[in-house]
């Protein structure tokens, strides 16, 4: 496998929940925002040992984040992310859903690939399934040293 371009997922991937299992972190925060006195970083952390790797491999590899809401843009979140995806493309953006094949469809035209060149990297089984549907090379997310393990052997 060579990698021409990367697409991954924010939730689960690059931002994780402090507190219990959610079914979605987007929705948890919207709830949590409510709540007075609410501090997003009391209950969500980035990945930072994935992102470090990613600023790296975006150098060498065009790297895109692909999510389906808006916690990479909260100004907690959103200046760790600088210099490292050449695009910030959201669901909402392509018109479909994760768990569809026509939105990696979309997301392969806008950003000039065919689907068989871009590696996308998603926590979930639904959206890996879309993804390999639409020709993508898909991986599901287990963990941070598997995911480097598997870029890693990609760039070789």
Do not use: W
Request: charged share 20%; net charge negative; no cysteine.
């Amino acid at each position: 496998m060579n990698i021409i371009a990367l697409v991954i997922d924010f939730s689960r991937v690059l931002i994780f929940t402090k507190t219990a299992d959610v079914a979605s972190l987007n929705r948890h925060h919207a709830e949590l925002e409510a709540t007075p006195g609410y501090r997003v970083g009391e209950h969500f952390y980035l990945n930072i040992e994935l992102l470090e790797y990613l600023r790296g491999l975006s150098a060498y590899v065009p790297t895109y984040l692909f999510t389906s809401g808006g916690l990479h843009a909260l100004p907690e979140f959103a200046p760790a992310l600088e210099g490292i995806f050449r695009d910030i493309i959201t669901t909402d953006e392509i018109g479909y859903g994760k768990t569809k094949p026509e939105a990696y469809l979309a997301l392969a035209y806008r950003l000039s690939y065919t689907p068989s060149q871009i590696l996308f990297i998603d926590d979930s089984p639904a959206n890996i399934q879309a993804a390999k549907t639409a020709g993508f090379v898909a991986v599901q997310y287990q963990s941070n040293a598997a995911t480097i393990k598997l870029l890693d052997s990609a760039r070789r």
